[in-house]
């Protein structure tokens, strides 16, 4: 079993930049592809960013240009730099560990953009 637990979400201003961290519970967390995902209100959950255990990042339509996801093996974490935010950005923002039939989700945490 590996836990994930999210932390860095709140308010940030249109424009602004957050910057959320996933730490897994088991080393083991390297050989783990780790995605983010996001939730909005009445909307269907949507693939933010994707890095693989060899380190190759892609990104969702919504995220490129303005999002980074990065890892710390050494830190069993996961990082999520979000910049150039929007009202549209607003979601519960979850973090996922993947490999194989092997798939662990953090409980979540919350991001609003407003002014």
């Known amino acids: 079993q590996v836990q994930l637990v999210e932390s860095g979400g709140g308010l940030v201003q249109p424009g602004g930049s957050l910057r959320l961290s996933c730490a897994a519970s088991r080393s083991i967390f390297n050989f783990y592809d780790m995605n983010w995902y996001r939730q909005a209100p009445g909307k269907q959950r949507e693939l933010v960013a994707t890095?693989?255990?060899?380190?190759?990042?892609n990104y969702g339509d919504s995220a490129k240009g303005r999002f980074t996801i990065n890892r710390d093996n050494a830190k069993n974490t996961v990082y999520l730099q979000m910049n150039s935010l929007k009202p549209d950005d607003t979601a519960v923002y979850y973090c996922n560990a993947h490999l194989g039939f092997r798939n662990y989700w953090g409980q979540g945490t919350q991001v609003t953009v407003s002014s």
């Open positions: 890095i693989t255990s060899d380190d190759s990042a």
